[in-house]
């Protein structure tokens, strides 16, 4: 197989000013955000008003991974054309079912979900939380991910909204904020992902005048009851992702954040940090979950609500 | 504080997602309104179905920043709340009170991060 992406826009020998790019494996783990990464510095750079992205060497995409895919395509497809080769019947079913390339403004149908397995691919303002509620009513309220126990879909339900709410907070991008889930049977798995094309933990930091590397600023927003608030701007914060962290420990499931140069992945209480030679233009969020767990998340301990202020 | 108001949040956010910090600041104007004209508040946690702690950050966490521990103690209360809903408003309440106690301990945390003979 040929080496991940290509290392430098040129023309195709197609149409004319297309610039083509070989699109590699995206599973969710390091190498998938490194081929985003390849892929983002690709169209950056790119003088061609389209891009075809070939799929020919494509063995496989996690869908929830269009989340930061259409993050990172979101800037060119603003001003370009983009065509994605669909020869192949399983990328194209994919993407036509979470509404990737419908949304993405190719003139295909949005595909049936016909297993009930896909959470729709979707950019949301980041003003525009009453639309990320609706989406979050639409895919996990009432008919949600079957087997997955009431209890626990709440927990994710929250889970993803402390993240968005999270995103719209602190990336400080007009961009938007990318969503995309995928919920696999065999392995009793959902995954979902949150993307945005925001400044990245480790500058929001800077800008606080704490120095340090981007795999650092993220294990410090995971830790402690760490935030980046001051007082001056009259609320506290920095709870969210540590309650998701949390809750994953408890689910066995991971969560894995992309932030900057940054990689940061909890799983099995372990957390794993790693640095990308050259960073992901925003932050992504995935977790997944182990939607057999039965636990109830109820609390043992008797909190009185006389006791609480 | 003798006249006392409830204040259903299911009602103020428009139904029972109360995750955006957009609509814990709905809540949190009700609250710190009724408070400034010294009445006693009674929020109502009946209907919800999800809870963050972004929306209670925002609801009750910034209070703190505007009234005393006791003042709140003295004229909020909370009724309807799940047992595992009033753990996350516990978190809420006293990270607050010790977010505007000390605003700044980031490079503390910082170090904690690098280690403790970094000096960021």
Not at chain 1, 164 to 176: I, L, Q, R
Request: hydrophobic content about 40%; aromatic content about 10%; proline content about 4%.
């Amino acid at each position: 197989m040929e080496s991940r992406g290509s290392s430098a826009p040129v023309p195709s020998a197609g149409p004319p000013e297309v610039a083509l790019y070989r699109l590699a494996d995206i599973y969710t783990d390091y190498d998938g955000f490194q081929e985003l990464i390849r892929l983002h510095e690709y169209v950056s750079y790119c003088i061609f008003p389209g891009l075809h992205i070939d799929t020919s060497f494509l063995q496989w995409l996690d869908a929830n991974m269009c989340a930061p895919l259409g993050a990172v395509l979101y800037e060119f497809a603003r001003h370009g054309r983009i065509a994605i080769e669909l020869k192949k019947p399983g990328l194209k079913s994919i993407l036509e079912r979470n509404g990737f390339l419908h949304n993405f403004g190719f003139t295909v149908p949005k595909g049936a979900d016909r297993y009930g397995t896909t959470i729709e691919y979707q950019r949301f303002d980041c003003g525009d939380a009453e639309a990320f509620k609706a989406y979050v009513a639409q895919h996990f309220v009432g008919k949600g991910i079957p087997n997955m126990s009431e209890a626990l879909h709440r927990k994710f339900r929250e889970s993803i909204s402390e993240v968005f709410d999270n995103a719209v907070e602190h990336s400080g991008t007009e961009a938007g904020i990318f969503a995309c889930g995928q919920y696999f049977p065999k392995k009793q798995q959902l995954d979902f992902c949150i993307a945005d094309l925001g400044i990245g933990m480790r500058s929001v930091l800077e800008r606080r005048g704490i120095q340090l590397s981007a795999e650092q600023a993220i294990e410090w927003a995971m830790s402690g009851d760490n935030t980046t608030r001051l007082r001056s701007e009259g609320r506290p914060g920095g709870l969210g992702l540590k309650l998701i962290r949390d809750f994953v420990r408890l689910n066995g499931g991971s969560i894995l954040i992309v932030s900057d140069a940054g990689y940061w992945r909890f799983h099995g209480g372990n957390v794993e940090l790693r640095t990308f030679p050259r960073p992901f233009p925003g932050t992504v969020v995935n977790i997944e979950i182990n939607t057999a767990d039965t636990q109830s998340y109820c609390l043992a301990s008797e909190v009185d609500p006389k006791s609480i202020f | 504080m003798d006249e006392q108001i409830q204040l259903k949040v299911v009602e103020v956010v428009g139904g029972g997602l109360c995750v955006a910090s957009d609509d814990g600041e709905k809540v949190h104007a009700l609250v710190a309104s009724a408070l400034r004209q010294g009445k006693r508040v009674v929020v109502s946690f009946e209907g919800v179905t999800d809870l963050t702690s972004a929306f209670l950050n925002a609801a009750i966490g910034q209070l703190y920043g505007e009234f005393s521990e006791d003042y709140i103690r003295a004229g909020l209360s909370v009724t309807g709340a799940s047992n595992d809903d009033l753990h996350i408003l516990k978190r809420v309440v006293d990270r607050a009170k010790q977010f505007f106690k000390d605003p700044a301990p980031f490079r503390e945390a910082a170090k904690a991060v690098l280690g403790a003979d970094s000096d960021c």
